[in-house]
């Protein structure tokens, strides 16, 4: 069996991210926001404060890393299959549109999150008020969570699952056809 240690590694490195913005996120949501409400003015102030000048070193790494982990993996993966998944739609069955628009949707709705994520763990003057309804923010993150980590879930299935000896069946003949000439001749 072949051993990609790269590729092991990012990938566990995007996981482990994902497992800890989404479930800091899920935490925030359900055992800070509604449980502070409750607090007197300075006490939730205080104890927001401090929970956020924690949080959001971990906002700050996990986008980082889900950052370029991602793009890492998405290049490497339409780099390996670019022809595979562009040309043989019908011999792999794949979703259209194709991978490509599945990443740039799932980083789109990611960078909206990690906007998110970070104002509500910031404490600039100007986002007051998004902090102020971060009840309503952390909803709108986590749905837009349910999404990206949908759609990381249907681009893998372009290269493994029932697609897997397609792919490496299409690989292995295009490994072993001509290199191709401009005109198809
Ligand atoms: C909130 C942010 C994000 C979360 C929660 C998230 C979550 C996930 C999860 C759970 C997977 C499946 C892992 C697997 O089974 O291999 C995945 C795969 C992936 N994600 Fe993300 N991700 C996020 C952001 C991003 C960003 C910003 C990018 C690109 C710039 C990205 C690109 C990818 C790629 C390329 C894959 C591999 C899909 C494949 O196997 O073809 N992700 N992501």
Redesign the pocket.
Known sequence: MQFDPLGIAL?WL??M??IA??GGLLYERIAIVGPAASLPEAARAEFLAASRRRWSKVVMIT?FV??A???Y??GM?MYTFNTTFSRDHAVLNLPRPG?TIF?TI??V???I??FIASVLSGSRPGTAKIRAEAGKWLNISIV??VV??G???V??G???GPNIDKVQEVLKQSSDAPPFQAGGK
């Open positions: 990938r995007h996981i991210s994902a913005l989404v986008a889900l950052l982990t991602g793009l993996n998405g993966n991978y990443l799932k980083m709705l990611a960078l999150i990690f837009l969570v990206v980590v759609l990381g879930d681009m893998r372009f290269h493994t």
